[in-house]
C-alpha cells in the first residue's frame, strides 16, 4: 500500500521490471505542480470519439493498442488522431503514464496475433524535434485512455485514484483503477497525460495464453464500461463532497459487475486512510466537469419521469439520470444450453435499444451438485455478462422473481417497454423493437400497457401469460412504487389481479390490456406449418426448445422488420376473451398464495413439464 504523507506532491507508482532510461535525469516530469504548465499539449479527438488510443501518436509501429483499450475502436481512425489542439489551458495533470519501451504495456491479442517485427519496439515519434511529440499530451477531454501501474505518476489532486481493486486480476486491476479515475478527474479539473518513454521494460517470458484468460473481462466490457462512465460524468454534482462521489462510483462500479462488494468496502477504508492521512480532498471543478460532461448531455435528453422508490432486492438506484433503451428484456432461465441457444439466434436481433438479461438463483445447499453447477454459473457469468443471480428462494414465487427483475433493471436503466420472458420462447426481436417504436411515437401520452398472450380462463382467472408478458414503464413504475405490494405464487395471475380494474394498480381503469394473436402461445405452430419466415406471421413461437431454435432461427433470417409498421395498440380491439375487463379476482388471486411481497414464502414445489426445470 502506498504511504502518503502530509505534504506529498507525487507518487511513483512503478513496476519492478521497469528500469529508467536515463538513471541520472531521474523520474521526468515529477516536477509538474498541479498550476498546469503551458508545454502540455492536449491531443485532439472528434467528440464522438468516447477512448483515445495514444501509442500511434508516439511511434508505435502499425496498428497496436495499450492493454484495456475497447478492442472495437482499435480501427477506428477519430480513436487515434494525433494533432494536438495546442498547450493546454488552466486544467491541472491529475496523472502522467510513461510509456514503455522494448515490451510495452500491451494485451494477449496483440502479443499473440502481431506480425513478424511487431515486439519488442521501442516508441519512437515521427518528428521528435516538434515540442508536442517530446513533452506531456493529455488526454482528449471528452475521451478515455486506459492507463497501468508499470510507470505512472500521481499527482496530489488525483492521490485518491491510487487504490487498485482487488476482486480482478491483475491484469485487469490498473485498467478498471484508470477508467475509475477519469471519471472523476473532470470533476476537480485535472486531466490524465502520457509522455514519451523514461522506463525500459524487460520482462520474464510471459504465458500468453494464461494472460488472454485474465485479461478476458478486458476485451469483453471495457467499450461498455466507457460509455457507463461517460454517462456517469454527468452525474457528478457534489461541490463539497467528493469522498461521497467516489464512494457512490465505487457502488455504482459494484452494481455494473466490473467489481465486487469487497472493493466497495476497501474504497470507504481507502477513503478513511487519507483523511486520518491529512490528505486534503481536492475541491470540485464546476467549469470543467460540465464540459467533460458535454458529450453525454447531448447524447442523452432529461427525463421529468422520476425513478421508482425501490424496494425490494439489493441495491439503491442510482442518482440522476440513467441510461435510456426502448426495452428491457428479463428472460427466467435457470437452463444453460437454452441460454446458448437464445445468445446463438434471435438476441441477435437486438441493437442499442434492447438491454437482454438471463435471471436465476444459486443451487440449493442441499443440492448434490450445487458446487459444480455454481462454478459453471461463475464461468458463464463472467463469460457472457448476461446473467443475474437473483438471491431469491427457488420455489413456487414467480412474482417475487418478476419484481426483483424489474427492479433490477430499473436500477440501471431507463426504459419504454419491459419484457418478461420464459427461455423456452422464439421472439421477433426486430419485429417487436421496430413496433414499440411505432407504439410509443404514436400515443400522445406515455403508454399503460398490459400485453401479450390472453389466458382465457373461467370469470375472474383471465390474464395476460407470464411466458411473455410486456409492461410499458408506466405500469412497471406502479409496482414498484407502491407500498404493501401483494405477490402471488404465478407471475401471470399477480399481474392479472394487479391491473384488473379496481385494483390498486389499475384503480382508475386506465391500463390497457392487449392481446397479440400473433404469439403462438401453445407451441402448435410448428407442427401446423413450416418454420420458413415464422416472423411474416408470428411475434414469438412458444415451447421453442434449443435444437428447434436454431432450425426457426435459421429459416427466419430473412425477415425485414420494416414491413411491419403497425403499433402494438392496433390490437385492443380483438376480444379473446368475453370477461377481459373482469381479470383476476381477488378469491384466484388468494389461492394462489397471496402475501406481501416483501415477506413472501415460495415453498411450494414447483411443477416442472416436459421441458424439465
Given at each position: 500500500m502506498y504511504a502518503i504523507h502530509h505534504g506529498a506532491e507525487v507518487i511513483y507508482d512503478v513496476d519492478d521490471r521497469n528500469a529508467l532510461v536515463d538513471p541520472q535525469q531521474g523520474v521526468p516530469h515529477s516536477d509538474v505542480s498541479s498550476s498546469?504548465?503551458?508545454?502540455?499539449?492536449?491531443?485532439?479527438?472528434?467528440?464522438?470519439?468516447?477512448?483515445?488510443?495514444?501509442?500511434?501518436?508516439?511511434?508505435?509501429?502499425?496498428?497496436v493498442w495499450p492493454r484495456g483499450f475497447p478492442l472495437n475502436k482499435v480501427q477506428l481512425v477519430d480513436s487515434s488522431t494525433c494533432s494536438s489542439e495546442g498547450a493546454m489551458d488552466s486544467q491541472v495533470i491529475g496523472v502522467v503514464q510513461a510509456l514503455a519501451n522494448h515490451d510495452p504495456d500491451v494485451d494477449a491479442i496483440y502479443r499473440m496475433t502481431y506480425p513478424p517485427g511487431g515486439l519488442p519496439f521501442s516508441f519512437v515519434a515521427e518528428d521528435s524535434s516538434k515540442a508536442e511529440t517530446r513533452n506531456l499530451r493529455a488526454v482528449p477531454a471528452s475521451a478515455f485512455t486506459p492507463y497501468n501501474a508499470q510507470a505512472t505518476l500521481h499527482f496530489q489532486v488525483a492521490f485518491w485514484g491510487l487504490l487498485l481493486p482487488t476482486t480482478v486480476d491483475g491484469r485487469v486491476s490498473d485498467t478498471w483503477r484508470s477508467y475509475f479515475t477519469q471519471a472523476l478527474l473532470p470533476a476537480v479539473g485535472a486531466?490524465?497525460?502520457?509522455?514519451?518513454?523514461?522506463?525500459?521494460?524487460?520482462?520474464?517470458?510471459?504465458?500468453?495464453?494464461?494472460?488472454?484468460?485474465?485479461?478476458?473481462?478486458?476485451?469483453?466490457?471495457?467499450?461498455?464500461?466507457?460509455?457507463?462512465?461517460?454517462?456517469?460524468?454527468?452525474?457528478?454534482?457534489?461541490?463539497?463532497?467528493?469522498?461521497?462521489?467516489?464512494?457512490?462510483?465505487?457502488?455504482?462500479?459494484?452494481?455494473?459487475?466490473?467489481?465486487?462488494?469487497?472493493?466497495?468496502?476497501?474504497?470507504?477504508?481507502?477513503?478513511?486512510?487519507?483523511?486520518?492521512?491529512?490528505?486534503?480532498?481536492?475541491?470540485?471543478?464546476?467549469?470543467?466537469?460540465?464540459?467533460?460532461?458535454?458529450?453525454?448531455?447531448?447524447?442523452?435528453?432529461?427525463?421529468?419521469?422520476?425513478?421508482?422508490?425501490?424496494?425490494?432486492?439489493?441495491?439503491?438506484?442510482?442518482?440522476?439520470?440513467?441510461?435510456?433503451?426502448?426495452?428491457?428484456?428479463?428472460?427466467?432461465?435457470?437452463?444453460?444450453?437454452?441460454?446458448?441457444?437464445?445468445?446463438?439466434t434471435w438476441s441477435a436481433w437486438g441493437d442499442e435499444r434492447v438491454e437482454l438479461r438471463f435471471f436465476t438463483e444459486a443451487p440449493a445447499e442441499n443440492n448434490p451438485d450445487a458446487e459444480s453447477i455454481t462454478a459453471a454459473l461463475e464461468e458463464e457469468m463472467a463469460l457472457h455478462q448476461d446473467v443475474v443471480l437473483m438471491d431469491i428462494d427457488s420455489g413456487m414465487n414467480f412474482a417475487l422473481k418478476l419484481v426483483w427483475a424489474m427492479q433490477w433493471m430499473s436500477h440501471r436503466w431507463m426504459f419504454n417497454f419491459f419484457l418478461r420472458l420464459d427461455d423456452d420462447y422464439f421472439l421477433c426481436l426486430g419485429r417487436l423493437l421496430h413496433e414499440l417504436e411505432t407504439t410509443f411515437k404514436t400515443t400522445q401520452e406515455p403508454p399503460k400497457i398490459y400485453a401479450g398472450h390472453i389466458t382465457c380462463g373461467r370469470s375472474g382467472n383471465t390474464r395476460i401469460d407470464e411466458a411473455y408478458m410486456l409492461l410499458s414503464t408506466s405500469l412497471v413504475t406502479r409496482v414498484l412504487s407502491t407500498t404493501d405490494l401483494m405477490c402471488g405464487g404465478h407471475g401471470g395471475v399477480t399481474a392479472g389481479w394487479w391491473f384488473t380494474p379496481g385494483n390498486p394498480l389499475n384503480e382508475a381503469g386506465d391500463v390497457t390490456w392487449v392481446h397479440d394473436p400473433r404469439l403462438d402461445h401453445s407451441g402448435r405452430a410448428l407442427k401446423q406449418e413450416s418454420a420458413d419466415n415464422v416472423c411474416k406471421t408470428h411475434m414469438g413461437l412458444h415451447k421453442i426448445y434449443p435444437d428447434t431454435m436454431t432450425e426457426v432461427w435459421n429459416k427466419s433470417q430473412a425477415y425485414d422488420d420494416n414491413d411491419h409498421g403497425v403499433s402494438l395498440l392496433h390490437y385492443i380491439t380483438d376480444q379473446s376473451c368475453k370477461h377481459v375487463p373482469a381479470g383476476v379476482s381477488q378469491s384466484t388471486f388468494n389461492r394462489d398464495h397471496a402475501q406481501p411481497c416483501e415477506t413472501f414464502t415460495g415453498n411450494t414445489k414447483i411443477h416442472c413439464g416436459a421441458g424439465g426445470c
Amino acid at each position: 500500500m502506498y504511504a502518503i504523507h502530509h505534504g506529498a506532491e507525487v507518487i511513483y507508482d512503478v513496476d519492478d521490471r521497469n528500469a529508467l532510461v536515463d538513471p541520472q535525469q531521474g523520474v521526468p516530469h515529477s516536477d509538474v505542480s498541479s498550476s498546469g504548465k503551458p508545454d502540455v499539449f492536449r491531443f485532439h479527438s472528434d467528440e464522438s470519439a468516447i477512448v483515445h488510443n495514444p501509442y500511434p501518436c508516439f511511434g508505435a509501429p502499425g496498428v497496436v493498442w495499450p492493454r484495456g483499450f475497447p478492442l472495437n475502436k482499435v480501427q477506428l481512425v477519430d480513436s487515434s488522431t494525433c494533432s494536438s489542439e495546442g498547450a493546454m489551458d488552466s486544467q491541472v495533470i491529475g496523472v502522467v503514464q510513461a510509456l514503455a519501451n522494448h515490451d510495452p504495456d500491451v494485451d494477449a491479442i496483440y502479443r499473440m496475433t502481431y506480425p513478424p517485427g511487431g515486439l519488442p519496439f521501442s516508441f519512437v515519434a515521427e518528428d521528435s524535434s516538434k515540442a508536442e511529440t517530446r513533452n506531456l499530451r493529455a488526454v482528449p477531454a471528452s475521451a478515455f485512455t486506459p492507463y497501468n501501474a508499470q510507470a505512472t505518476l500521481h499527482f496530489q489532486v488525483a492521490f485518491w485514484g491510487l487504490l487498485l481493486p482487488t476482486t480482478v486480476d491483475g491484469r485487469v486491476s490498473d485498467t478498471w483503477r484508470s477508467y475509475f479515475t477519469q471519471a472523476l478527474l473532470p470533476a476537480v479539473g485535472a486531466v490524465a497525460a502520457f509522455s514519451p518513454g523514461w522506463v525500459e521494460q524487460v520482462g520474464n517470458p510471459r504465458n500468453y495464453l494464461a494472460d488472454f484468460k485474465a485479461e478476458f473481462p478486458l476485451y469483453q466490457r471495457s467499450g461498455a464500461l466507457v460509455e457507463f462512465l461517460l454517462q456517469y460524468r454527468d452525474l457528478v454534482s457534489n461541490a463539497s463532497a467528493l469522498p461521497l462521489e467516489i464512494e457512490a462510483l465505487a457502488v455504482a462500479m459494484y452494481e455494473y459487475g466490473i467489481v465486487e462488494d469487497e472493493d466497495v468496502a476497501l474504497m470507504q477504508a481507502w477513503l478513511e486512510d487519507l483523511r486520518d492521512a491529512g490528505y486534503a480532498f481536492p475541491e470540485y471543478d464546476m467549469q470543467h466537469q460540465s464540459t467533460a460532461a458535454g458529450v453525454a448531455r447531448q447524447q442523452h435528453t432529461s427525463v421529468d419521469e422520476k425513478l421508482p422508490a425501490l424496494q425490494i432486492g439489493r441495491g439503491q438506484p442510482s442518482p440522476g439520470e440513467l441510461p435510456r433503451v426502448l426495452l428491457v428484456v428479463a428472460i427466467l432461465s435457470a437452463r444453460p444450453e437454452r441460454r446458448n441457444a437464445i445468445r446463438s439466434t434471435w438476441s441477435a436481433w437486438g441493437d442499442e435499444r434492447v438491454e437482454l438479461r438471463f435471471f436465476t438463483e444459486a443451487p440449493a445447499e442441499n443440492n448434490p451438485d450445487a458446487e459444480s453447477i455454481t462454478a459453471a454459473l461463475e464461468e458463464e457469468m463472467a463469460l457472457h455478462q448476461d446473467v443475474v443471480l437473483m438471491d431469491i428462494d427457488s420455489g413456487m414465487n414467480f412474482a417475487l422473481k418478476l419484481v426483483w427483475a424489474m427492479q433490477w433493471m430499473s436500477h440501471r436503466w431507463m426504459f419504454n417497454f419491459f419484457l418478461r420472458l420464459d427461455d423456452d420462447y422464439f421472439l421477433c426481436l426486430g419485429r417487436l423493437l421496430h413496433e414499440l417504436e411505432t407504439t410509443f411515437k404514436t400515443t400522445q401520452e406515455p403508454p399503460k400497457i398490459y400485453a401479450g398472450h390472453i389466458t382465457c380462463g373461467r370469470s375472474g382467472n383471465t390474464r395476460i401469460d407470464e411466458a411473455y408478458m410486456l409492461l410499458s414503464t408506466s405500469l412497471v413504475t406502479r409496482v414498484l412504487s407502491t407500498t404493501d405490494l401483494m405477490c402471488g405464487g404465478h407471475g401471470g395471475v399477480t399481474a392479472g389481479w394487479w391491473f384488473t380494474p379496481g385494483n390498486p394498480l389499475n384503480e382508475a381503469g386506465d391500463v390497457t390490456w392487449v392481446h397479440d394473436p400473433r404469439l403462438d402461445h401453445s407451441g402448435r405452430a410448428l407442427k401446423q406449418e413450416s418454420a420458413d419466415n415464422v416472423c411474416k406471421t408470428h411475434m414469438g413461437l412458444h415451447k421453442i426448445y434449443p435444437d428447434t431454435m436454431t432450425e426457426v432461427w435459421n429459416k427466419s433470417q430473412a425477415y425485414d422488420d420494416n414491413d411491419h409498421g403497425v403499433s402494438l395498440l392496433h390490437y385492443i380491439t380483438d376480444q379473446s376473451c368475453k370477461h377481459v375487463p373482469a381479470g383476476v379476482s381477488q378469491s384466484t388471486f388468494n389461492r394462489d398464495h397471496a402475501q406481501p411481497c416483501e415477506t413472501f414464502t415460495g415453498n411450494t414445489k414447483i411443477h416442472c413439464g416436459a421441458g424439465g426445470c
